[in-house]
């Protein structure tokens, strides 16, 4: 199965960009890039995903290589309650269904 | 909305302690999943289920077995509880739309065991 490598942890300005890089140089031609974030107490929410284009929704924009060994997962504008843990994740598909394969993830802390 | 209910928030077991884990969800939901959450880890799969009846490993099945003889029930069995299973576990359930999958989960329980 693909992995994904995150950093450990990042710090953004409220009111700026918050740029979270993930590697998934494993990954398989038709595996899914999908990123979910976790607050505090919560389960895992989902934000966006991804195949080969770019994509961008309500919540986040995704950035990846053309290769597609890495993605970008970037909030425009974080606020205080962005403040989470950020799981970049592979889709992998089985002859039955699907399964997604989460790493470490990233713990974004938004500061004012 | 999409809800997926897990019987409990908290749950303090014995070793050696025959363990049930209940995750129901309301949208009809083929796919059901378990994975434990602990520091520095992220979340790993336990076991998923694909249809009623049908369960796949994942990466770390060893202890634990797994029941869905109704689509909307997912029961994670842990057949004797150990210190080391002491985490939180999450369930969660997807739909695929147009190859799209959106798995929702529920709030997760903190299981102890002493």
């Known amino acids: 199965d693909a992995k994904t490598t995150q950093p450990t942890s990042m710090d953004c300005a409220e009111g700026r960009a918050a740029n979270l890089p993930c590697n998934h140089s494993t990954i398989s031609g038709n595996e899914y890039v999908y990123w979910y974030r976790q607050i505090h107490s919560q389960g895992p929410q989902y934000i966006i995903h991804g195949l080969k284009n770019n994509e961008t929704n309500e919540m986040a924009s995704l950035i990846i290589t053309e290769d597609r060994k890495s993605s970008t997962l970037i909030l425009p504008h974080a606020t205080l309650r962005d403040t989470a843990v950020y799981y970049c994740i592979v889709r992998v598909q089985m002859e039955y269904g699907n399964k997604l394969v989460f790493g470490a993830g990233t713990i974004l802390r938004v500061k004012s | ?114």
């Open chain 2, 1 to 114: 909305d999409v809800k997926v209910t897990q019987s409990s928030r908290y749950l303090v077991k014995r070793t050696g302690e025959k363990v049930f884990l209940e995750c129901v969800q309301d949208m009809d939901h083929e796919n059901m999943f378990w994975y434990r959450q602990d520091p520095g880890l992220g979340l790993r799969l336990i076991y998923f289920s694909y249809d009623v009846k049908m369960k796949e490993k994942g990466d770390i099945p060893e202890g634990y077995s797994v029941s869905r003889e109704k689509k909307e029930r997912f029961s994670l069995i842990l057949e004797s509880a150990s210190t080391n299973q002491t985490s939180m576990y999450l369930c969660a359930s997807s739909l695929i739309q147009g190859g799209h999958t959106e798995a929702f989960f529920g709030q997760g329980t903190r299981l102890t065991v002493v």
